[in-house]
């Protein structure tokens, strides 16, 4: 095992990640690995693990290769339809709790949910909110309510272009972590392997938020709220949208690494 996991640093495979495939084939945690580093490798398993690490190696993400990700405390599926749930991104669910009522009813709206991730992430922790996602992509869809009924915890899971099959639906909260990233982008490459729908939205990036912005108030009762992830460097773009769109106390808050990566506001009451 000890020669496997120097073969793939060889490739340029980062020593964490190679213990995460190779105790994901085994099913042994990393601790395991350490202690068994002498033990013989079965051929079946190191012909898997060489295959991984080589697509690794390329630049795919772990997540898919394993196909689960840790978000928020919940291990949720994840696939190449599917963004890979980030970190950053529990900077906006827990601002969603902060500001979510402590008493029901309580209705929250998640667009864009992709693999359910901020929408289950506020139902795990509000047991008593209802959580509605919304998703333009059905393998999205499949994706999500697959992890609904894994770490049971009920959402209503909708089918359509951000807010079009709401109707005339009001809530407390919508959250959103849509695409942000400028078409033509230099990190693009990058994310080859993640789908490219859910990660561009115009020349600059904040197509898909304009929308967002724009149509939310009709789909918030008065008071609610609107939080947004977005880019490092689009905290006083989305802040500007905001309030030309009539919202109140409009903020940003910062992420792990101390850039301002959500924004959000209250429609007037």
């Known amino acids: 095992m000890a020669q496997a ?12 990640d190679a213990q995460i495939l190779l105790g994901t084939l085994l099913g042994q945690p990393r601790s395991w690995l350490l202690a068994h580093d002498t033990d013989p490798l079965p051929s079946d398993i190191a012909t898997r693990f060489s295959d991984l690490t080589a697509r ?17 405390g919940l291990s949720l599926r994840v696939a190449p339809g599917v963004l890979v749930p980030r970190p950053d991104t529990e900077t906006l669910v827990d601002w969603a709790l902060d500001v979510l009522p402590a008493e029901p009813p309580t209705r929250v709206l998640d667009l864009g949910t992709g693999s359910g991730a901020i929408a289950l992430a506020i139902r795990s922790r509000r047991p008593h909110a209802s959580v509605t996602a919304v998703d333009a992509s059905p393998e999205a869809l499949a994706i999500a309510s697959d992890n609904a009924r894994h770490l049971h915890l009920p959402l209503e899971l909708l089918h359509g272009s951000w807010l079009e099959p709401l ?11 849509p695409p942000y990233i400028a078409e033509g982008d230099p990190h693009l490459p990058a994310l080859r392997f993640e789908p490219k729908q ?12 304009r929308l967002i912005v724009a149509k939310a108030p009709q789909h918030l009762e008065p008071g609610g709220w609107l939080l947004l992830e977005h880019g490092y460097d689009q905290a006083d773009a ?3 949208l905001l309030r030309t769109a009539g919202f109140s106390e409009v903020g940003s808050r910062h992420d792990l690494a101390g850039h301002l990566r959500c924004t959000g506001g209250r429609r007037t009451l």
């Not at 996991?5 to 964490?16: E, M």
């Not at 109707?167 to 972590?177: D, H, Q, T, W």
């Open 5 to 16: 996991l120097a073969l793939a640093r060889a490739q340029g495979v980062d020593r964490l």
């Open 56 to 72: 690794r190696a390329q630049g795919e993400p772990v997540a898919y290769l394993v196909g689960d990700k840790e978000f928020y």
């Open 167 to 177: 109707g005339e639906r009001r809530f407390e909260l919508i959250v959103s972590n």
């Open 198 to 209: 859910a990660l561009t939205a115009g020349p600059d990036g904040l197509d898909d938020l």
């Open 238 to 240: 989305v802040q500007g």
